[in-house]
Each structure stands twice: as structure tokens, then as C-alpha cells.
């Protein structure tokens, strides 16, 4: 079985979207490094840190619950990820 590291950063759309009550979010790494994965409302407010901690090259996947910390309102949300100096953010749409 071969199975090869990623070559580049990548954070992926999550899925299902739109989502209720939970849903995916995948990412790649191409090097070791703390990775943090935040999820925001549309104000800028930290809604949840479903990953903060230091993470080998690979590929990942985390559920996110909307009702993980309190039930949110159906809206938009987006999710952050930081490993090592990459940054990127996506949206995500909860529908209720």
C-alpha cells in the first residue's frame, strides 16, 4: 500500500453544505506544525476551537456540531484554519 503526504496546504469545503445538524471539515498538511481550526459567526465572535494542537503531515477530518457549545441560529459561520504560516477561511451555511 502506498500511501503519500500531501505536497501542499489545502482546507477543503465542508460537507454537507448547506448543514444541520453537524458537518465535515477536511484539510491537508504537507509538514508537521500546531494547527489551530477555529469556527466564527459573522461578527467576528469565536464560536468553537475544534483543533489546537500540533498535528504530523497528513490528511484530516473533524465534525463540527452546531450544538456543540450552544445551539446556534441558522446563518452563516465560517471556519479557520492556521498550520504553521498558512491561512485560509471558508464559509459554511447552517440551516435549521
Known sequence: INISLPTDYKLYQNYPLPFNPSTKISWQSPVGSWQTLKIYDVLGNEIATLV???RNAGRYEVE???SISRQLASGIYFYKL?????VETK??????
Open 91 to 96: 464559509k459554511m451555511i447552517l440551516i435549521k
Open 64 to 66: 463540527f456540531k452546531s
Open 52 to 54: 489546537d494542537e500540533f
Open 82 to 86: 492556521q498550520a504553521g504560516s498558512f
